[in-house]
């Protein structure tokens, strides 16, 4: 994989991270659903094992 290929791929990965951060954010802000609260943080942990994987795999195959 390119360098550019993987910056882009390390890009979207963190860039999706904030958004479902941003997306819990806003509910908790309006004082919305509980429930989604949960599954947006379980999200949110699940992204964030993928970016910190893809970004190790990344620098492993760099080196």
Do not use: K, T
Not at 12 to 28: D, R, T, W
Not at 32 to 48: E, H, K, T
């Amino acid at each position: 994989m390119s360098y550019f290929a993987s910056n882009i791929v390390i890009l979207i990965a963190i860039c999706s991270v904030a958004f479902v951060l941003l997306l819990g954010l806003l509910n908790m802000l309006r004082g919305g659903n509980p429930n989604l609260s949960q599954i947006l943080m379980r999200w949110r942990v699940s992204l964030q094992l993928g970016a910190v994987v893809l970004i190790l795999a990344v620098l492993w195959a760099r080196s």
